[in-house]
């Protein structure tokens, strides 16, 4: 199954990826690189220019991350995130060759933003490979056509467990119902033939007390 190319509603971002702090915000999907170019002290200009509200970095925060959420092709095998600096909106995460639109995408619609000044694009293409591909293939099968599984592939949003993968390794974003549901999800991707290593970065939406 090919990653989905549809838009959808914002979700109200239940994810917790609103679970904003005044200095940035990220889905949970990417952590986010550190700004580069921030060794030497600014100047009272650019000082100026970097200063944002909690309200303003809120409303670039909700505006990013409407535009990743909505993108037709922001698919199950990209994850996207972001960080913000002052008034520079960071993109960050990795996208398929297939879904290379999504890099461009995200910049034109980061530098439309009322309050960004400055957008540095991090985001990585991943390199074409059929290994790779075949990889995906089977590790959404994996996880989305497993049984107990299936009320993710029926959520009502923008597939909530994403799957990278890189070299043959995969790397699992997004977030689960249960911390069982994680450990499921380890257990059957590293049962997937040609998967190296299986990093899982799901979050947990009902964690246990």
Known sequence: MRNGHYAIALFALTFS???LTPAHAAPPLLAGEALAGQ???PSQGQMASENASPQVQTAIAQKITRAILTDPYYGVFDSLGY???GRTLILTGQVTSADSILKSDME???KKIEGVDKVVNNIEVLPPSPSDERI???V???IYNYG???KYKNARINYPIRIIVKNS???LTGIVDTEEDKNVCTLRVNQVPSVLSVTNNLQVAKPTK
């Open 140 to 142: 959404y099968n994996a």
């Open 108 to 110: 034109k619609a980061a």
């Open 148 to 150: 107990p599984f299936l």
């Open 83 to 85: 960080r913000i600096e």
């Open 39 to 41: 060794q030497n002290a």
């Open 17 to 19: 990826f609103m679970a």
């Open 169 to 171: 390794r995969v790397t």
């Open 136 to 138: 995906r293939q089977a």
